[in-house]
């Protein structure tokens, strides 16, 4: 379980989150959606530790965030990082062995090579495996490190706005690659998106927050609604209901 | 691929070490030997340690067209010399032991390399642009403020200060290189040792903390071995780059980036001896050929520096164009 208990946080001295407290147990697809500056993004990086927690706590499973090692947290948190944000140039094989770094530390042994070549055919990636990330297309190079955050092996995978840049296609078939990984592999899978009928399709659970505060937690079809859209987003969208699923008519 | 390029790098740089010591040879052996000997091992450290440090300092910069000469090392050493001359005159130069002299360089040097890089602790990576930036500017203050006081020297002192302030591998104090070898020869294995967090780090702030590197942490750790390296190669033979007034040290930016060229991969295990290769075969090559071969009093920084230029501009294009 992550679980978040009174976490505060300013960036230079503009308070972004006030007293969040939050629990994800483990298993399914749980999404943070929210207006823009509402801080999904910021509460998710405390979780990923790519920002200083200050005030309240953190911890995953048994590990508690800035306290434990960043290598034990390795071995079961997962970072998805966005393509823009890497810069080597690498083969899509090089990069799907960095998710074996946690657990080798630089010293591959045939337990990680058979875990990189399993996760490549998993993805369809193996006839691109030696192309370089910056020759294949967007779609193919983030389904590249999901792969790399998924042969890292962890049971909890975050993720910031990774449909970012994305076509209809790509976005779709990452969804389904998460889903997949939530439904087969029992991972847990912490996602910000910008897009809530994507949230709504493919996630377990909805956490909307506005201001820096949880205004809304629970089932896509119980937490969607036109009122949803007014009070949290000021937009005076219609909802309605498809499969049982709310989709925001645009 | 990579083998054979190793192969051939390899040697290159036993073709050039031969050539250093057995080319043009006048005087008996026993002599010649441990004299080129010392020499050789002078410029090898020299090489080792740029390139390395270039290497670091362009991975933890994500840049790869800064050497770490912008933060001004070259800048303080002349600095440091003229100040001497200015305040106890060139035979107050001359009188003070050349240990002292190097453990002073050493320190001055890493001292202020570490004050500017604790300004790096305090912020992410957009802090990185920052340090870079104050260091560019503290290396054009010191180097105005060099400037300054030898404009208030007696020309005769002046000569000894242009004597001294480029890199120089005529005559090399045995005690000098035995120092600067205690200092880089930890270093260097501790940056080797560094090789696999260094991949990981190469790959950006968030993929790195995802996999359990905390890469201000490695940038941190980075920093101390790059200001031990550069401040004992400079110590030890005196600025690259010309004069302490040039722009940057090219020789790094070279040897970095025909690493790159010639043994293309993102594994700092393949980056790092092969920059450290091409940088022995560039100095000791390079001298043997300036030295003996063409019998030119040229000094070979003048000429990595034209070279360094070239490269710099290609660089500076090739970017635009991608």
Redesign the interface.
Known sequence: MISIRNVSHSIDHHPILHDVSLDIPRGGITALIGPNGAGKSTLLSLV???AALTTGEISVDTLQIGKC???????V??????ST??????TIR?LVG??R??WH???PGPEDREKVEETLTRFGLEPLAHRFLDEVSGGQKQRAFAAM?YA?STPYL?LDEPLNNLDIAASRSLMRLLRDMAEEDGKTILIVLHDINYAAAFADRLVVMKEGRIAADGKPEKVVSAKLLYDVFGTDAPVCMMDERPVVLV | MLRNRFLILGTLLALSVVGYMTLGAVGSWSFLIPFRASKLAALALVSVCLAVSTVLFQTIT?NRILTPSVMGFDALYVFILTAIVHSFGAAGYAAIPAPLLFVMNLVLMTGMGLVLFSLLIKGGRGDILKMVLTGIVLGILIRALTGFLQRMIDPSEFQTIQSVSFARFTYVDKLNLAMAAVVALPALVMAWRM???L??I??????A??????PKRGQRQALVLICLLTASATALAGPMSSGGAGPSSFFGLIVAALAHMIT?S?KHSVLLPSAAMLACITLIGGQTVMERVLHLSTPLAVVIEVLGGITFLILLLKRRMA
Do not use: N
């Open positions: 990923a530790r790519l090692k960043d290598r034990d947290l390795a071995k948190l997962a970072i998805m990082p966005q944000q890497v810069s080597s140039r690498l090089d960095f998710g770094y946690p530390q630089g010293h955050a890292q975050l | 994500a090789r696999h967090r991949d990981v190469a790959l950006g702030p968030v993929a903390t995802g996999l359990g590197e905390t293309p993102y």
